[in-house]
Every structure is written in structure tokens, then in C-alpha cells.
């Protein structure tokens, strides 16, 4: 089975960003029985559950949303459309952030000299 799972996630991996969770949809709604979409309605609701529970603690919400979505998406043909255009816009954000890190770097302050420190104290 993890096997499986490792093998999906590769070839997930390789389809090209903005159509992966509409070819997901395609692929499970070919052979699902009304047994396994109860299934996976069950397990994107436990999923979901276990996350809101994890806002309260420390521990991977995001990861159990993400997941959530991505069986909600086996389901929902709308919402396989809605996370392909979220993941495009999020790559979108993601190249302008880093390309404005590299014109204009990290803000750094310059930390002052001992001398500048202490030029206003009377000696002791």
C-alpha cells in the first residue's frame, strides 16, 4: 500500500501544474463504486476534523487540509478546478516573492559599535 501511495504521488508529481487535481478527478471517476466514495467522503471528514483540532494544539493542520482537499477533489469535479487555478496562483506568488527577495535582498540593520554605545555614558 505504500508502495502505492509513492507511486501515485510520482507520477501526481509529473502532470503539469493547473490541470494535476482535474486529471485526479478524471482518473478516480472512472471505476468508483458508491462504496468507496462513501469511504473517502468519511475519510475527508475525519481528515478535517483531526485539522481543526490541530489549530488549537501544535500540529500539521495544514497538511490534514491539504489532504482533505485532495480527496475531496477525487469527488468534486468543481473543486478539482478550484485547486488547479489556487495552485497556479500560489506558483504565481511564490515566483514573485522570490524574485523580489533577489532584487531587493533581506533588510538587515547594521548592528551599532560599542564605541557609538557607550559615547554618551560618563566613565566610571
Not at 19 to 30: G, H, P, S, V
Not at 52 to 69: D, I
Request: aromatic share 12%; charged share 20%; net charge positive.
Amino acid at each position: 500500500m505504500l508502495q502505492n501511495a509513492k507511486n501515485f504521488w510520482l507520477e501526481f508529481r509529473h502532470w503539469p501544474p493547473g490541470e494535476r487535481f482535474c486529471r485526479l478527478y478524471e482518473e478516480y471517476a472512472e471505476h468508483d463504486s458508491e462504496l468507496i466514495r462513501t469511504t473517502l467522503m468519511f475519510v475527508a471528514l475525519a481528515c478535517f476534523t483531526i485539522g481543526v483540532s490541530f489549530l488549537f494544539v501544535q500540529g500539521p493542520a495544514f497538511v490534514l487540509f491539504l489532504l482533505t482537499g485532495v480527496i475531496l477533489a477525487t469527488q468534486s469535479s468543481w473543486l478539482a478546478q478550484k485547486l488547479d487555478s489556487a495552485e497556479l496562483s500560489l506558483r504565481h506568488v511564490g515566483r514573485e516573492l522570490r524574485r523580489l527577495r533577489k532584487t531587493h535582498g533581506p533588510k538587515r540593520r547594521a548592528l551599532p559599535s560599542p564605541a557609538r554605545l557607550t559615547a554618551g555614558q560618563p566613565s566610571r
